[in-house]
């Protein structure tokens, strides 16, 4: 630490650090690393694409790592990113709160409820349906993404 010398009469030196440390940077959501993927690469009517070498290869690792996704539609990207590890994917346990938070927040949905239970099949379904529409484009489904991980932040 490098010490400021004080002017006659100022009893204790003010202490100033050398260096300030580096400002802590939150990790990424679960919508951000979503964001991300589908920055990467976007699909529609199909689940991902990873950099696997081959399917073999995919199918001994279980599902993939953000990282290793080239292209996903929306709700295969939230589920890849929510993903905890493991051989199986347990997308209600894992992805639903992220999904239902990415359906809060298409056109329309605002003042209905989420549903929950078996009925919440229906928020992939509509997602699915929205990021799967002809005029949908890549810049859309990552405002949306946008919008559902400012949601999540404010809370």
């Known amino acids: ?3 400021c010398v004080a002017e006659p009469g100022v009893p204790t030196p003010v202490r100033i650090p ?3 440390p580096a400002p802590t940077v939150p990790a990424p959501t679960v919508l951000g690393t979503a964001r991300a993927i589908v920055e990467r690469g976007w699909l529609q009517h199909a689940w991902c694409v990873d950099d696997r070498p ?3 290869a995919g199918l001994l690792a279980g599902p993939p790592r953000p990282e290793e996704v080239e292209r996903a539609c929306l709700v295969a990207a939230i589920t890849v990113a929510a993903h905890h590890g ?3 994917v347990n997308v209600e346990r894992d992805a639903m ?3 239902a938070l990415a359906w809060r927040c298409l056109p329309g949905a605002g003042g209905r409820p989420v549903p929950r239970g078996p009925r919440a099949t229906a928020l992939i379904r509509e997602l699915t349906v929205w990021n799967d529409a002809p005029h949908r484009t890549q ?6 993404l946008d919008r559902a991980d400012r949601l999540a932040r404010v809370g």
């Open 1 to 3: 630490m490098a010490v």
């Open 18 to 20: 050398e260096r300030t």
């Open 54 to 56: 081959s399917r073999l």
């Open 86 to 88: 493991g051989r199986l």
């Open 97 to 99: 709160p992220w999904i």
């Open 139 to 144: 810049g859309e489904v990552v405002a949306l």
